[in-house]
């Protein structure tokens, strides 16, 4: 339930709608340094702009403030700025991979072999790039075929 700091109550739907706005300038602005953002450094950020907190996890809610950032870039027919938002899991993989060093050589990698393409989409329910399915296999969501 999300309220203000002084404890008075704000609805869901008024939240949210103080929420995605708030949520589509922090992912602006970390589209223009180029860098992501997770969803609850983005929680963060927005509850500290907007003065309005909820309790309940992040994952609980965050995906309907992402929807409406999405809704609006769509109707601007702009690129959406939620695909700067990924799942802690996705942001710690890439910063414990492994970064080259200055001083060494630049080695050339072995020829790899050939691998079949894997197609994939980007899923408008929880935004996460997943193989082609029916169904996205993070949420259950179901996926539109790539055009």
């Given at each position: 339930m999300?309220?203000?700091a002084d404890g008075t109550y704000v609805s869901q739907s008024d939240a949210l709608a103080l929420w995605w706005p708030a949520a589509r300038d922090a992912l602006l602005e970390v589209g223009r340094e180029g860098a992501t953002i997770t969803e609850q450094q983005?929680?963060?950020r927005i509850q500290a702009a907007t003065g309005v907190t909820t309790r309940p996890p992040v994952g609980e809610w965050i995906g309907r403030v992402?929807?409406?950032v999405t809704g609006d870039a769509e109707s601007r027919g702009e690129a959406t700025p939620a695909a700067r938002c990924v799942r802690p899991t996705v942001e710690r993989a890439r910063r414990s991979a492994p970064r080259s060093s200055?001083?060494?050589?630049?080695r050339s990698p072995a020829p790899a072999a050939p691998r079949p393409q894997l197609r994939e989409?980007?899923?408008s329910s929880c935004f996460?790039?997943?193989p082609a399915a029916a169904e996205c296999r993070e949420c259950g969501a179901p996926l539109e075929e790539p055009a």
């Open positions: 999300p309220d203000r983005l929680a963060e992402l929807e409406r200055t001083r060494s050589a630049p989409v980007t899923c996460m790039l997943v």
